[in-house]
């Protein structure tokens, strides 16, 4: 498996707090990205990063904002959290500007936003 | 625009027979696809990808994938399902040059194999 770790695995929040998600990987990829996965919506991506301190956003990108300051850290932030932003959030790592390699994932974690 | 289309919410097979995972895909140069593999309560696990060459890749646990380049769509299949491949499948692109950067993924489509 690729060394990718997210954390927390679970994290329960209440409406209006914020929460920061940690991925953290040992690949030296470029790429890094978030996904929030949904019943029906499949992955949408969020932002994603293609450097340190670049980064992008995605089609979902509203209420969450991302920082990249080393190679190995993608932090995503909900500013405030909200009932839904309830799902599962996966961090995503690629290497190569040509586009031909895949993307490897981590385990995910579920947020619950009570 | 990048899309990629699973038109099957769930696809249901018996043991042995062969299965077929449907998926279509648009984007403004050349497509970059992927399948991929979850589990319950896990991460996606890469298959097979196809950037170029050979139409018919052949990936992880005996699946392959065909791409039709007039069609659209890269179809995952497999000669003879086993219960454990049960599971949920993502197709993705990846549109290079001009979009590269991004993964862009289906809605996913629910293997049901049953014994």
């Known amino acids: 498996d690729a060394g990718i770790t997210q954390s927390p695995r679970h994290k329960v929040t209440e409406t209006g707090t914020p929460v920061t998600l940690r991925c953290h990987q040992t690949?030296?990829?470029?790429?890094m990205y978030w996904y929030r996965q949904d019943p029906g919506h499949g992955l949408r991506l969020i932002h994603y990063?293609?450097?340190?301190?670049?980064?992008d956003k995605g089609e979902v990108s509203d209420g969450y904002s991302v920082s990249r300051s080393k190679t190995e850290d993608f932090l995503l932030t909900l500013e405030s959290a909200t009932s839904s932003q309830t799902s599962v959030y996966f961090c995503?790592?690629?290497?190569?500007?040509?586009?031909?390699?895949?993307?490897?994932f981590g385990q995910g974690t579920r947020l619950t936003v009570v | 625009a990048q899309s990629v289309a699973q038109p099957e919410d769930q696809v249901n097979v018996a043991e042995g027979n062969p299965l077929t995972v449907k998926c279509t895909y648009s984007?403004?140069?050349?497509?970059?696809l992927f399948w991929y593999v979850q589990y319950p309560n896990r991460g996606l696990q890469f298959l097979l990808k196809?950037?170029?060459?050979?139409?018919l890749v052949k990936g992880s646990y005996g699946f392959e994938a065909e791409f039709n380049k007039s069609q659209t769509s890269f179809h995952l299949k497999k000669p003879s399902a086993l219960v454990s491949d049960s599971a949920l499948y993502f197709c993705?692109?990846?549109?290079?040059?001009?979009?590269?950067?991004?993964?862009?993924f289906g809605s996913g489509t629910k293997l049901n194999v049953k014994p």
């Open positions: 993705a692109v990846r549109d290079a040059p001009y979009n590269f950067n991004k993964f862009y």
């Open positions: 690949e030296n990829h470029r790429y």
């Open positions: 990063s293609y450097g340190v301190k670049d980064t």
């Open positions: 995503a790592i690629s290497e190569s500007r040509t586009g031909g390699t895949e993307a490897f």
């Open positions: 196809y950037i170029t060459g050979d139409n």
């Open positions: 984007v403004s140069g050349n497509p970059y």
